[in-house]
């Protein structure tokens, strides 16, 4: 029930219903719970509801924060 | 170089082994300063399954963290009056159509399981994977009663509830909803204060956060003195936010991480919140295996009593002991034990014939260990 990964919203109808890509599968959401989003925003989708925005500036900075543990530690 | 994330798989690096290999090493180097290993929680069922599908468990351990699961199933906590009252109404009454997520229908009970259940002349039982899905039912069927048993913790409770605020919208009067909605932070606090368990913190469930914010927990650090992280759901999720839970118990001062920012808002989703306060109120709710839990589940307002299955159909939730049917799964979602020390577990106990909700649910901590730990069989 819980899908982890996020989709990427490619098109919003009335009735705060839209298209998420999700891995490459387009699936039926609803927006009714998040405001404000537009096309291409990435979301978690949650039994059919769209629950959250992935911030993408914090995305980065946790891969920022991977890099930099891994060059701490370079690989034998 | 810089990472590139593609948009098929854009967490291509939270699964890179050398991420993983990393993470682990500095968890573990920590650890080992610490001078003793270190007992954590993870409350939601996904995070579970990350842990055992990936094959951290044991390079955790080997690290000197041991990881013990939570209450985080709905399936696995909604206690069997629910599902019996429910079996009592189907099979007695005519033209009622039950609406429930899969797992649910094979929760085994003394009563059988909705799955096993003979319903009376034209009533039924169906399979959503939405709460839309059980609207969408009540639109097509205007001669039955549709009951919508929704399950779920508060990743789930809004989309649930918005299906009773679309259903006053649009008129559907012979729609309604059985409410099994739990509540994680009462769960939580019931489990520390019990004292049956020793937890040195807690890994937070990523999705419930996303829409509770980040608060919620607060009183686990305050009164509780104890560290914890929300986590998201890939490897390296839950790595980093293991490595903040030990880096807490090190400086002595626990708090609630986020370490999942890229989806948890620390104000959580003020739509979905404010959805759940217009319609909703806490009641003192029984969980299996937890009992009595003050202010924990769920139950629409009375405005919304006309919604209301318990209030309209002839159906009465009453809280009784369950019969001993041998299964631990209370005693596992308090992390008591784990799977394998009940006796049943691979043996009189499968997936196929299960014989308790923790072995039933993809998020039960029985079906996962079954599934992906070497040797399914017990040891
Ligand atoms: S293995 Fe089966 S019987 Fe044993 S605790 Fe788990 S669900 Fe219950």
């Not at chain 2, 799955?115 to 069927?141: D, H």
Request: hydrophobic share 40%; aromatic share 8%.
């Amino acid at each position: 029930m819980c899908l982890a990964v996020p989709g990427k919203v490619i098109s919003l109808e009335k009735d705060g219903v839209g298209q998420v890509d999700y891995m490459g599968t387009t699936i039926v959401a609803n927006f009714s719970l998040l405001p404000g989003i537009k096309t291409g925003d990435w979301v978690i989708i949650h039994a059919g509801f769209a629950i959250s925005k992935l911030d993408r500036k914090e995305a980065r900075k946790t891969l920022k924060l991977f890099q930099e543990l891994e060059k701490l530690n370079p690989s034998e | 170089m810089r990472p590139k994330t593609s948009s098929r798989d854009p967490l291509a690096h939270w699964r890179s082994a050398n991420t993983i290999k990393v993470l682990l090493k500095t968890i573990a180097e920590e650890t080992k300063n610490l001078g003793k290993p270190l007992r954590l929680m993870e409350i939601c069922g996904t995070h579970t399954m990350t842990l055992h599908r990936s094959g951290l468990k044991p390079w955790l351990q080997e690290a000197g963290i041991e990881m013990v699961s939570g209450p985080g199933c709905p399936v696995c906590i909604t206690p069997d009056f629910y599902h019996e009252a429910i079996i009592d109404l189907v099979t007695s009454g005519e033209n009622i159509l039950v609406a429930t997520f899969g797992d649910m229908t094979r929760v085994p009970t003394r009563k059988g399981s909705l799955q096993t259940t003979v319903p009376a002349s034209g009533s039924q039982i169906k399979i959503v994977y939405s709460p839309e899905e059980a609207l969408e039912l009540a639109r097509q069927n205007f001669d039955k009663r549709v009951i919508f048993f929704g399950a779920g913790f508060e990743t789930t409770i809004p989309s649930i509830v918005y299906t009773v605020k679309k259903a006053s919208q649009q008129n559907l009067e012979a729609f309604f909803l059985l409410a099994a909605l739990w509540l994680i932070p009462p769960a939580i606090e019931a489990i520390l204060s019990s004292g049956e368990v020793a937890i040195d913190g807690f890994i937070y469930p990523g999705h419930v956060s996303a829409v509770i914010g980040e608060r919620a927990y607060a009183f686990v650090a305050e009164k509780y003195h104890l560290p914890g992280a929300i986590a998201g759901f890939e490897p390296a999720d839950i790595l980093l936010g293991i490595m903040s839970v030990v880096r807490q118990i090190k400086q002595g001062k626990p708090r609630v991480a986020n370490e999942y920012r890229r989806v948890v808002k620390a104000e959580g989703n003020p739509q979905a919140l404010a959805l759940m306060a217009e319609m909703l109120e806490p009641f003192d709710a029984d969980w299996r295996g937890l009992g009595t839990i003050p202010a924990s589940g769920l139950r629409l307002k009375p405005e919304w009593a006309d919604f209301e299955a318990s209030k309209n159909l002839n159906l009465a939730l009453k809280p009784q002991k369950t019969l001993s049917s041998g299964c631990r799964c209370g005693e596992v979602l308090k992390g008591l034990v784990g799977p394998r020390d009940c006796p049943l577990f691979g043996q009189a106990c499968v997936p196929d014939s299960p014989r308790g909700p923790c072995m039933v649910s993809y998020e039960g901590a029985c079906l996962i260990e079954y599934k992906y730990s070497a040797g399914a069989k017990k040891k």
